[in-house]
């Protein structure tokens, strides 16, 4: 099939999460013998990398955008008058509705695959632009169910954020509602985001959603490629890493600096905390200064495998969020124990106490971290556990198989 491939973010190289998901997907479309146009946003310093997908891709076509504070506010502002979302407002760049465009008009185009919730905008315009049966099928590839990760976070913060909040979720619930109305196929990745979409569907008064119209397909790694690492002997270091700029990787990770580590010290003086990922908070910087080297922080790093060696094991303490923790997968394909929470560890078929640690309190939490620093069979044990899961469920040529099914039903 002739594909037109929308992403919100250049889905190379693949280092977090929605990167992961998505490079995956588009290589397994590719190797399946679909012609993909892929047509991305560009940040400023992502060009170097367009070239690896135009040697993966039919085509690649880029619209350039930058976010700044000052235009979000703006957006912000033109979501209230509007009624449309904050995240849809942002996004919604004439630059790119005019590309998409271009590409319809180019030539035949079967499938438009919108990759997360801010892309389906530019798919929907082809609803209207096509008469009749000759549009092309609309799939929605949801990372999350976006608005229970607004309903979390609005549990989680000082209380004058939370009318924001609870405004902003109401508007993503109904939108993405419409969304899977008026989609061919929606693309959940856990079977807790498919009912959540079920139940923006039931909120929104519209009709029952029938037969795999909503089909969980999770996300994947290319575990059988990732040998294990070997961590060092001993190592009291626990490593916790994430896209820093998403509020619910640094609102999980500032709960264990400020309220989960300190107890962990307490057991273990010499248990040492590195924090890996782009654009950390300045408290992040803080709390590493004020602690005598306990705490590193590191900002992004192109290779994760030096920090995995050196760490005795990993968490990924997650409060709010949907969909997946790719982290918890690539920790398991390179042979790491992980703790983490009930949250984080949604939509993985994973069996707490033998795959993983999973607790939800500052005490429970460090309690299981220190008792992991002092037991290095318990660690191997998780370890060897986590990386059989991963190669048998979540390697991308295996999961992925799912998509063909979608691809073929109209």
């Known amino acids: 099939m002739n594909i037109l491939f929308l992403t919100q973010i250049l889905p190379y190289p693949p280092d977090a999460g929605p990167r992961i998901k998505t490079w995956y997907v588009l290589r397994y479309l590719v190797e399946r013998g679909h012609a993909v146009t892929l047509l991305t946003f560009l940040r400023p310093d992502e060009s170097r990398h367009v ?28 979501s209230f008058l509007t009624g449309r979302p904050f995240l849809i407002e942002r996004d919604d760049l004439e630059a790119m509705r005019h590309a998409v465009a271009q590409a319809l008009s180019a030539g035949n185009v079967d499938v438009i695959h919108a990759d997360q919730l801010t892309m389906t905008q530019f798919a929907l315009a ?29 549990q989680t913060v000082p209380w004058p954020l939370r009318p924001a909040l609870w405004l902003e979720r109401e508007r993503v619930k109904k939108y ?65 890493l994430g896209t820093l700029h998403y509020p619910p990787n640094a609102n999980g990770i500032r709960w264990f600096i400020n309220e989960v580590f300190p107890l962990v010290r307490q057991s273990t003086p010499g248990a040492t905390l590195t924090v890996v990922g782009k654009n ?32 005795a094991l990993m968490v990924v303490p997650v409060l709010a969020g949907g969909g997946m923790r790719v982290r918890i997968l690539e920790a398991f ?14 939509g993985i078929d994973a069996q707490p106490g033998r795959d993983v640690l999973v607790e939800d309190t500052p005490a429970g939490f460090a309690a299981a971290v220190s008792r992991l620093l002092a037991q290095p069979e318990a660690q191997a044990a998780l370890a060897r556990n986590g990386r059989d899961l991963v190669c048998r469920k979540y390697d991308w040529r295996v999961v992925l198989q799912q998509l063909d099914a979608v691809y073929r039903n109209p």
Not at 135 to 154: E, G, V, Y
């Open 280 to 311: 950390p908070p300045a408290d992040f910087q803080q709390a590493a200064q004020a602690s005598g080297g306990a705490i590193a922080v590191t900002g992004y790093v192109p290779d994760l495998r030096p920090y995995f060696e050196n760490a």
């Open 126 to 154: 082809a609803l209207k632009a096509a008469p009749g049966g000759s549009r092309p099928r609309l799939i929605f590839d949801a990372h999350n169910a976006t608005w229970t990760i607004l309903d979390r976070m609005a």
């Open 176 to 240: 993405e509602a419409m969304l899977v109305e008026c989609y061919d196929h929606t693309l959940a990745v856990t079977e807790v985001d498919r009912q959540a979409l079920l139940k923006a569907v039931q909120d929104a008064d519209l009709a029952p959603v029938v037969g795999d119209k909503i089909r969980v397909i999770p996300i994947a790694v290319d575990a059988g490629n990732t040998p294990p690492v070997a961590r060092t002997p001993g190592s009291l270091n626990i490593l916790t």
């Open 333 to 346: 394909a390179h042979g790491m124990p992980v703790v983490t929470t009930t949250i984080g560890l949604e």
């Open 51 to 78: 070239e690896v997908l135009e040697k993966l891709c039919h085509r690649v076509i880029t619209v350039p955008i930058r976010r700044s504070r000052k235009a979000d506010m703006g957006y912000l502002l033109r």
